[in-house]
């Protein structure tokens, strides 16, 4: 599976950006898709995921409620609709993707492919 994010780049305090990943390759609706950030000299954190089946979402508490995870798998594709920005929210994101029978989903550790990271700055 390869992973294209984009989407990225500058947003206001209180602004909405939408991220989408495009993942080509296998077959993409048997992957759960997750969203990872990496923000300057932290490790990558969890930002929210979805299950292949695309009836489970999950998200960290930082976004819950700001953020909406969703797929498209006629697109193949991932998105992640971030509201209500905050300049803690300025990071590198990375799209994920963990086969199906993966159960932790919201551990770094789940996921067998990753994209290549698209920047997000959050100007206060």
């Known amino acids: 599976v390869q992973l294209q994010a984009s989407g990225g780049g500058l947003g206001q305090t209180g602004g909405s950006l939408r991220l989408s990943c495009a993942a080509s390759?296998?077959?993409?609706?048997?992957?759960?898709m997750g969203w990872f950030r990496q923000a300057p000299g932290k490790e990558r954190e969890f930002v929210a995921t979805?299950?292949?089946?695309?009836?489970?979402?999950y998200y960290s508490d930082s976004v819950k409620g700001r953020f909406t995870i969703s797929r498209d798998n006629a697109k193949n594709t991932v998105y992640l609709q971030m509201n209500s920005l905050k300049p803690e929210d300025t990071a590198v994101y990375y799209c994920?993707?963990?086969?199906?029978?993966?159960?932790?989903?919201?551990?770094?550790?789940?996921?067998?492919?990753w994209g290549q990271g698209t920047q997000v700055t959050v100007s206060s």
């Open positions: 994920a993707a963990a086969p199906q029978g993966r159960i932790y989903i919201k551990m770094r550790t789940a996921y067998e492919y």
């Open positions: 979805i299950r292949w089946s695309g009836g489970t979402t």
């Open positions: 390759g296998r077959t993409f609706s048997s992957y759960s």
